[in-house]
């Protein structure tokens, strides 16, 4: 069964650093891996997707991530955070079923960044 | 072009009553997906929809909720005889086709609170 882990419930990072969220994964097959972000009391904003190709996604506002089949990771990362990036960060894989093809959500990363 | 649209936005129901979430596909979207969020949990798949046919309910309790999308207007998530652990937010979600690397779109999420 295919599963998504976000190891960290929360990570704080001062504005200006760069940032890592975490996210590993279980699937049969080939993975197919996404970022999502969600602002509070808003719906999920797509970030970046990872289908095939090369192994560093880039994606909106200045995210990438990086896929790792050996370790299968496929963490989130932005050089340089801003206050504005601070929200909760949803790693997900799409699992490819008999019937439809849903999205398998990690439990959620909580970003802050302080200035 | 519209992106995907829930409403109501918030609803309140005592228990006992029935909730009725409505979702609008993005334009061009025939595939809809139905995930539920409970507090600080990550998303859940719930059901996947195409026009008039139900493909996959895995996600669905078997009770008491139920799910549909005609051939004209919304899909429609209902929930009989609500009891408070229904309280979460509700999202929908919207394809253009269900293939592995189509990204999905997602709503602005309906909040059930049960009181």
């Known amino acids: 069964a295919q599963s998504v882990a976000q190891p960290e419930d929360q990570v704080n990072v001062a504005e200006g650093n760069p940032l890592t969220v975490k996210c590993t994964y279980s699937?049969?097959?080939?993975?197919?891996l996404f970022w999502y972000v969600q602002y509070p009391n808003r719906g999920l904003q797509f970030l970046l997707k990872?289908?095939?190709?090369?192994?560093l996604v880039k994606g909106s506002y200045g995210f990438e991530a990086e896929f790792n089949k050996s370790q299968t990771s496929f963490h989130l990362k932005k050089p340089s955070a801003l206050v504005s990036d601070s929200a909760l960060y949803f790693c997900a894989v799409r699992a490819v079923m008999e019937y439809g093809n849903k999205l398998v959500f990690g439990a959620g990363t909580i970003l802050r960044v302080k200035s | 072009n519209a992106g995907v649209m829930q409403n109501p936005r918030h609803l309140v129901r005592r228990r006992g009553q029935e909730a009725r979430l409505r979702c609008s596909p993005m334009k061009g979207h025939s595939h809809v997906y139905w995930y539920r969020q409970l507090p600080e949990e990550g998303l859940k798949f719930m059901v996947y929809l195409q026009k008039e046919n139900i493909i996959d309910e895995s996600g669905m309790p078997k009770e008491r909720f139920s799910a549909e999308f005609p051939k004209e207007g919304p899909s429609i998530l209902r929930i009989q005889q609500v009891v408070r652990g229904d309280s979460a937010a509700y999202f929908c979600a919207s394809s253009f086709r269900d293939s592995e690397n189509n990204e999905q779109f997602f709503g602005p999420g309906t909040r059930l609170t049960v009181l």
């Open positions: 990872y289908i095939t190709g090369d192994n």
């Open positions: 699937v049969s097959g080939n993975p197919y």
